[in-house]
């Protein structure tokens, strides 16, 4: 078998642990029947010990793969090939438990929908925003209510692009939680959630000529960035270049970028002449989350 996860960009600014949207680069793990237990791993991660051992995905397939199937036990080999880079913003993380959860179901031929896969992704997984557009694709506005993930999903068209700065350091996801302060001004809050209301109408819309006023945030965005100024450059030049927004992806430190097709080559050229160490994607958006197949 064979099960397939996008990478993901959360918050898009203003919409924070809210709003996010799937990207095509992919990690793929392919199942199969072994005698015993092996794992081998290609791509984002395979020089780590620790990544390769896939320490998380394997307890989490193997706790509701035995659930699943009755009790039985039966061991396989697993084969990732990792294309999303790790702890950089980009809902690594996300991918490895929502693959985890589809793969058991699939090895125990249990059917599954990916309602179901998003609300079990919820114990792993707190904040919706990276999970929702891992399992559905798409442009997504997702809450809680009730221990549940209520979520609404938008088809993102082909002429769009993604382009990912991705720097040759990462952002901890605790230490940029911890630079936000404990409470807010009032204005504060209104200006960040009026901006990720209208982000929200615009992408429903595909209203996409108004999102650099859209993405604007005072929640979180520049105090994470000031971890490292020079995402403020990334952005700048983004902007300038004819991106259509520019945003940090989830905490970094990745810089996303939304563009047109037409644009998408000379904005990515010249991030990748302005910022020689790092590396620059050009990517397709994704509408189809998670896939698996026997």
């Not at 995905?57 to 061991?75: A, P, V, W």
């Not at 979520?151 to 382009?163: E, G, T």
């Not at 927004?245 to 050229?269: N, P, V």
């Given at each position: 078998?064979?099960?397939?996860?996008?990478?993901?960009?959360?918050?898009?600014?203003?919409?924070?642990?809210?709003?996010?949207?799937?990207?095509?680069?992919?990690?793929?793990?392919?199942?199969?029947?072994?005698?015993?237990?092996?794992?081998?791993?290609?791509?984002?991660?395979?020089?780590?010990?620790?990544?390769?051992?896939?320490?998380?995905?394997?307890?989490?397939?193997?706790?509701?793969?035995?659930?699943?199937?009755?009790?039985?036990?039966?061991?396989?080999?697993?084969?990732?090939?990792?294309?999303?880079?790790?702890?950089?913003?980009?809902?690594?993380?996300?991918?490895?438990?929502?693959?985890?959860?589809?793969?058991?179901?699939?090895?125990?031929?249990?059917?599954?929908?990916?309602?179901?896969?998003?609300?079990?992704?919820?114990?792993?997984?707190?904040?919706?925003?990276?999970?929702?557009?891992?399992?559905?694709?798409?442009?997504?506005?997702?809450?809680?209510?009730?221990?549940?993930?209520?979520?609404?999903?938008?088809?993102?068209?082909?002429?769009?692009?993604?382009?990912?700065?991705?720097?040759?350091?990462?952002?901890?996801?605790?230490?940029?939680?911890?630079?936000?302060?404990?409470?807010?001004?009032?204005?504060?809050?209104?200006?960040?959630?009026?901006?990720?209301?209208?982000?929200?109408?615009?992408?429903?819309?595909?209203?996409?000529?108004?999102?650099?006023?859209?993405?604007?945030?005072?929640?979180?965005?520049?105090?994470?960035?000031?971890?490292?100024?020079?995402?403020?450059?990334?952005?700048?030049?983004?902007?300038?270049?004819?991106?259509?927004?520019?945003?940090?992806?989830?905490?970094?430190?990745?810089?996303?970028?939304?563009?047109?097709?037409?644009?998408?080559?000379?904005?990515?050229?010249?991030?990748?002449?302005?910022?020689?160490?790092?590396?620059?994607?050009?990517?397709?958006?994704?509408?189809?989350?998670v896939l698996s197949r026997l």
């Open positions: 078998m064979l099960i397939s996860v996008p990478a993901t960009s959360a918050n898009l600014g203003p919409g924070f642990d809210t709003l996010g949207l799937s990207i095509n680069l992919r990690n793929e793990i392919v199942i199969k029947p072994s005698r015993f237990l092996s794992i081998s791993t290609k791509g984002e991660g395979s020089s780590n010990p620790r990544i390769k051992r896939n320490t998380m995905f394997l307890n989490i397939f193997n706790e509701y793969y035995k659930k699943l199937s009755g009790g039985k036990y039966n061991t396989f080999r697993f084969e990732f090939t990792n294309k999303i880079p790790i702890s950089r913003g980009l809902g690594s993380s996300s991918a490895v438990i929502v693959a985890a959860l589809t793969a058991s179901h699939v090895a125990a031929g249990v059917k599954y929908n990916k309602r179901k896969i998003l609300n079990l992704a919820l114990k792993y997984e707190p904040h919706p925003d990276n999970i929702t557009p891992a399992v559905m694709g798409g442009f997504n506005v997702a809450c809680l209510y009730d221990g549940r993930v209520y979520s609404k999903k938008h088809r993102l068209p082909s002429y769009l692009k993604a382009v990912l700065v991705v720097p040759n350091k990462t952002i901890s996801t605790n230490k940029s939680r911890n630079v936000l302060p404990k409470s807010y001004h009032k204005d504060e809050a209104v200006f960040s959630l009026s901006h990720a209301a209208y982000m929200t109408a615009l992408f429903m819309s595909e209203s996409w000529d108004q999102l650099k006023i859209a993405a604007q945030d005072r929640l979180h965005q520049d105090r994470r960035m000031e971890m490292m100024p020079e995402l403020f450059r990334v952005q700048k030049l983004a902007l300038e270049n004819g991106a259509l927004m520019s945003t940090l992806s989830g905490s970094g430190s990745t810089f996303f970028t939304l563009c047109y097709e037409d644009d998408a080559k000379r904005i990515a050229q010249s991030l990748q002449n302005a910022f020689a160490d790092f590396r620059v994607f050009t990517c397709d958006l994704d509408n189809y989350g």
